[in-house]
């Protein structure tokens, strides 16, 4: 099975890009999106199975949108500055983990763990 799509949208261009080429060492296919349209559109065109989306590009009612649209994805939100109420207000929207955006061992760990919870239940269906 081909290593699943990792969709970015990040709204500082250094970081996206710092995330990418970290994300590229564990997953072959990484993409960043700098809107939320383009977001959108990158899942759908890659079918990813993860996204990283940071709160101040993209809000949490889309969270919740993208979380009811896209069953088999995993969302890792991010916020340069978390507070508790964004991590629960991102968890209760649907994302599997809120972090800082620079906290890669999280958003690996998150990823990692979402995808073969998905992998797990495509081999039990």
Do not use: Y
Not at 12 to 27: E, K, S, V, W
Not at 47 to 68: C, F, H, P, T
């Amino acid at each position: 099975m081909p290593s699943p799509t990792v969709v970015i949208a990040q709204s500082d261009p250094r970081i996206a890009q710092g995330l990418a080429n970290d994300l590229h060492a564990h997953f072959a296919r990484v993409a960043v999106a700098q809107s939320a349209p383009e977001l959108r559109a990158l899942l759908l065109r890659h079918e990813a199975r993860v996204a990283v989306l940071d709160l101040e590009l993209v809000n949490i009612e889309e969270v919740r949108k993208l979380a009811g649209n896209f069953s088999d994805l995993a969302i890792v939100c991010t916020h340069r500055s978390p507070d508790e109420r964004m991590w629960m207000d991102a968890l209760n929207a649907g994302a599997v983990e809120f972090c800082h955006p620079q906290d890669l061992h999280s958003i690996l760990r998150a990823s990692r763990t979402a995808v073969a919870m998905q992998r797990t239940q495509e081999f039990a269906a």
